[in-house]
């Protein structure tokens, strides 16, 4: 799928903390300790998805299907894959494709340089009898429907297991018990979806290549790509830092959404997709699950103001689309 050549690298690499999910839903008191910390430090890591034993648990085998089965979506004409665009079925563009040079900000020189790709929303693949937008999927990705609702559901549980775990953390704070699960809770609506993109080159042939710096909207970003390209902004040294793949890991990122919901503590960090230094990057594939809390979940944004939860997301997306470099 993907190919790959490095001739040197110079790049500042970030140094996030790995955290056990097999420690964290055996309640271990050192990792919950370690993942409080990462959300509030940096907002990214590693999240070590090994069983207890070293076997990767299956979703990550699942990966590369995903990223098969999307990849015969993107390789379809302009005219039928424009047929799905997000933008266009459904107000909360949840559902479908983003063409090339949708979003504002990286669009290198449109399609060579530039990201598409295809979002699923929970509600309507998986929570079937949740009132859900308009749910369509092209053919092609159709008969692949049983096995990205079971990705996605299996995606679902890893993060609820990570919202509980920092629910524990959270019992000598004034938060309710069970506060952050309370706010994502399974069977009602919310904006949760799957988005797998393909980044046809990251090269240094443009550096304007890849996708715009931003924070996630939602609550956990659940990443999984093997090539390099994602950058974070570090906190402490405020450069743009590589995150390097980890086998068997994925990267986990804090949102918006659980920045607001933690009261703040928590860190939504700016990231970005460019080149590699010397390298050059053929079809990136990169799927990404973003847990959003339920639609009239309410927090207060930085600057003191209320939102329930869609009309954050609404706000959000309006900025990805317009935004010349941060959104
Ligand atoms: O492709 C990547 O590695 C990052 C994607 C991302 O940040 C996003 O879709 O929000
Ligand atoms: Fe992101």
């Not at 920092?166 to 979806?193: I, K, Q, V």
């Amino acid at each position: 799928m993907s190919t790959i050549t490095i001739s040197q690298t110079t790049a500042s690499k970030s140094d996030l903390k790995v955290v056990s999910y097999s420690k964290i839903v055996r309640g271990d008191a050192d990792e919950l300790d370690t993942l409080r910390k990462a959300c509030e430090e940096y907002g990214f890591w590693y999240l070590d998805l090994n069983s207890q034993n070293g076997d990767p648990i299956s979703v990550v085998q699942n990966v590369p299907s995903v990223f098969k089965i999307v990849e015969e979506f993107f390789d379809l004409e302009d005219a039928e894959k424009t047929r799905y665009d997000v933008d266009e079925i459904g107000p909360w563009k949840l559902n479908g494709y983003t063409p090339f040079g949708r979003n504002k900000g990286l669009v290198g020189d449109g399609k060579k340089y530039g990201v598409e790709g295809y979002t699923f929303p929970r509600d309507g693949l998986c929570n079937t009898d949740v009132e859900g937008q308009n749910f369509a999927l092209p053919q092609v990705l159709k008969r692949h429907s049983q096995v990205l609702s079971s990705f996605m559901n299996q995606l679902h549980d890893i993060g609820l297991h990570v919202l509980r775990a920092l629910d524990r953390t959270m019992a000598n704070s004034e938060a309710a018990e069970d506060f952050l699960a309370l706010n994502h809770r399974p069977s009602l609506a919310s904006t949760t979806c799957l988005t797998a993109q393909r980044y046809p080159l990251l090269s240094e042939e443009s550096t304007n290549a890849g996708l715009a710096s931003h924070t996630d909207v939602g609550s956990l970003t659940i990443l999984f790509c093997g090539e390099r390209g994602l950058q974070v902004l570090s906190p402490d040294t405020k450069e743009w830092q590589y995150v390097e793949p980890k086998e068997g890991c994925a990267v986990i990122n804090v949102g918006d959404s659980l920045r607001f919901l933690s009261n703040k503590s928590f860190r939504s960090a700016l990231h970005r997709v460019v080149p590699y230094p010397g390298a050059t990057i053929k079809n990136r594939f990169s799927c990404a699950y973003f847990i959003r809390p339920n639609l009239d979940a309410e927090f207060i944004d930085d600057d003191g103001s209320s939102w329930k939860s869609i009309d954050w997301h609404v706000r959000k997306y309006k900025a990805y689309r317009s935004a010349t470099t941060t959104a």
